[in-house]
């Protein structure tokens, strides 16, 4: 259909496109007056983004999208609405509670029943781009409006106290338990080590160690030595049976016994130039000669004896060191693993008392939590009485209701039309194929005349009430 039949068919039926609308302008201003006026109490709560004064950290998280929604859920939710009705008192109005019970004869709560009417009303905005959450409640009073959201806001901000200390209180009995079970754990753990302290006859493990080590090390370089002297003197024993062998060289009685050999040989030459064989002194000579080298031979003996003596004692002092050192190394090693079970039992203890001091910290910060009666949520504007209705609002009525009556109108006068098809415009006709309009004849204008039209309106409803009425009837 074009614009121009729809104007044609509203030019015809221009009564009921114009009555309409005055109807459903009447109506509407009729229910807007009769309509009880209501009153809008509005506050503001502001979420602070700051370090938490207990943990010393930036709260995660706050002033986030899904902060400020989870926020806006607990502001709607039925614990906050439950509080609420504690605060107004209407579990103690009798009016309150005979509606409740007439209402749901007592099967459910009356703070769920009253908290569910005043959700209602209740219209939760988080402010964008900011941590400001906007609360507003419509009512019909404007007093008990104010009174609503702003109990709405103080069972808010103490609904998010009990939600951080309840866990804190949780917390904190579930770590006296088990402070308790690690108390013990530490205590058990340092007895251990006392007992094995008292056992082992260990003060402080580490200077011990260190002692014993010392002393290990002392007698491994006095064994270095024995052996050293050993071996020297078992090389001096070999050689020491010669003469020329550098005991003997060394010993001061055997160079004065060969020196005076060579003088009385020397001395023997020379007189057997002169005497024979029978003179006395070369006899005296050879006897003193023959003296000499028995002594000679005796002290080489002697020296020979000290240097076997000295391998015994040297080879000796080797073998108790090397005993020594053997028992040392076991002391040592006995040592060292009762130094490692202490050290076991020192980490044991080192262990559980870290758990506990963790725990014991963890207490006092949970105690201090579970205290804490402070939020981040602070009344930003708190709610006052409202002087002027917030509705009904007569003039966006009244103009909404102008629209609708002008798009009934017209909906109408399309609808009587299609009821009563009249050929108003060419477009109207239905023209064969090949058939050509040859034109259109149009009125004059005439002056509209209202009584005219009414009649004509009143003939036409006649003629739809004829044609419906069977044949026959009066």
Known sequence: MSLLQILQILRAHYRVALITPVVVFVLALVITLLLPKQYTASTSLVVDVKTDPIAGALMPNVGSQSYMTTQTGILQSDRVAGRVVSLLHLNKNPIAIERWQEATAGRIPLESYWGGLLRRGLMVEPSRGSNIINLTYVGQDPKFAAAVVNAFAQAYIAVTIDLSIEPAKQYA????????ELRSNLEAAQARLSAYQREKGIAIADERLDQENARLNALMGELASAQAATAESVSRFKSSGDVMSPEVQQDPLVQSLK????????????ISLNVGENHPQRMQLVTQIAGLKKQIAESVHRVTGVSAATTRVSAQREAELKALIEAQKQR???LR???DQLAFYVRDVESAQRAFDLVTQRISQTNLESRFDQTNVRVLSPAVEPIEPSGPKLARNLAVGLLLGILFGAGLAVGLEFLDRRVRTPEDLVVPENVHLLGVLSAKPEKINLKEYLDAFGVFLQRKWRRRQPTGAA
């Open 173 to 180: 009995a579930w770590y006296d338990e088990r402070l308790k």
């Open 259 to 270: 020196n005076d050999l060579a003088r009385a040989e020397t001395k023997l030459a020379e």
């Open 332 to 334: 040592v090693l006995s």
């Open 337 to 339: 693993e009762a130094h």
